[in-house]
T-cell receptor
Framework: GDSVTQMEGPVTLSEEAFLTINCTYT??????LFWYVQYPGEGLQLLLK?????DKGSNKGFEATYRKETTSFHLEKGSVQVSDSAVYFC????????????FGGGTRVLVKP | DTAVSQTPKYLVTQMGNDKSIKCEQN?????MYWYKQDSKKFLKIMFS???????INETVPNRFSPKSPDKAHLNLHINSLELGDSAVYFC?????????????????FGAGSRLTVL
């Protein structure tokens, strides 16, 4: 079945540091890929998405590129802020799998001033 | 104003009790979901309803029974609560893209309902 693997956290950074969270997936066909973010005490929010190979999703300074050859969708941000402290989830859906959203295990990011 | 709202936000109860969590969405979406998030933040889908019809039913104990009275509501009833049911339960909704549309299925989540079973 479909699966998503992302690096375990916590990832602790200083403000203005570069952030990368690795995400790889296993799925047949052509899934859509997502990053969701969960701020403390809140529900999940869509951060960005990409629906086909080589697409780049971007939002709030975050970027991720859909790499079919490496089945990856790594999340990057060039200069993090304290307000970026959250748990980040990589996820995928496939129409052939009933559009079910399958999540990775989440990566907690802590940005210190 | 809230797009996906769940009640209650917090629920503390004894083992063996029966409890319900309610969810409503005002986005006009046709599909609703329940996800369970454990203490390690791992998220797993439990159920999904499309136009009031059950379309996803993962391996969940039959003590959990979802009910969708209409497209805008999906409630979760849990019988004979156990310690392992303690978690945060998230409701979500989406509009499933048509077969001819290449867009992605984007879910909107509620704020979560934290269930603690003592």
């Amino acid at each position: 079945g479909d699966s998503v693997t992302q690096m375990e956290g916590p990832v602790t950074l200083s403000e203005e540091a570069f952030l990368t969270i690795n995400c790889t997936y296993t799925a047949t066909g052509y899934p859509s890929l997502f990053w969701y973010v969960q701020y403390p005490g809140e529900g999940l929010q869509l951060l960005l998405k990409a629906t086909k190979a080589d697409d780049k999703g971007s939002n709030k300074g975050f970027e991720a590129t859909y790499r079919k050859e490496t089945t990856s969708f790594h999340l990057e941000k060039g200069s993090v802020q304290v307000s970026d402290s959250a748990v980040y989830f990589c996820a995928l859906t496939r129409k052939a799998a009933g559009n079910k959203l399958t999540f990775g295990g989440g990566t907690r990011v802590l940005v210190k001033p | 104003d809230t797009a996906v709202s769940q009640t209650p936000k917090y629920l503390v109860t004894q083992m063996g009790n029966d409890k319900s969590i309610k969810c409503e969405q005002n986005l006009g979406h046709d599909t609703m979901y329940w996800y369970k998030q454990d203490s390690k933040k791992f998220l797993k889908i439990m159920f999904s309803y499309n136009n009031k019809e059950l379309i996803i039913n993962e391996t969940v104990p039959n003590r959990f029974s979802p009910k969708s009275p209409d497209k805008a509501h999906l409630n979760l009833h849990i019988n004979s609560l156990e310690l392992g049911d303690s978690a945060v339960y998230f409701c979500a909704s989406s509009h499933i893209p048509g077969q001819s549309f290449s867009g992605a299925n984007v879910l909107t989540f509620g704020a979560g309902s934290r269930l603690t079973v003592l």
